[in-house]
């Protein structure tokens, strides 16, 4: 039986392949906590997204997980 891979392994790993095949993509992050923003940020431009929007988790009244407004960001063009 194979080891079972992190979500965030399964994600990189379909991010780096669209990326290397040169397949157009923009990508959103969403975060708990606005401190984790750059770091999410340098780790997208590593694997070479050309567009990166990081966005803050915002909870919802009933305490559901809900994408809130865009309160940060980076981005970065291709060479």
């Given amino acids: 039986m194979r080891p079972e891979k992190s979500s965030y392994d399964v994600v990189a790993g379909n991010v780096r ?4 095949e040169v ?12 401190h984790d ?12 997204v050309p567009i990166i929007e990081v966005q803050q988790l915002k909870n919802h009244l009933h305490g559901r997980p809900q994408h809130g407004e865009t309160v940060g960001g980076a981005g970065r063009r291709p060479a």
């Avoid at 392949?17 to 290397?20: D, E, L, Q």
């Avoid at 999410?40 to 070479?48: M, N, P, V």
Wanted: with cysteine.
């Fill in 23 to 34: 397949i157009p993509c923009a990508l959103v992050c969403v975060v708990p906590h606005p």
């Fill in 17 to 20: 392949r669209m990326v290397a």
């Fill in 37 to 48: 923003f750059i770091g999410s940020a340098k780790a997208l431009c590593e694997f070479g």
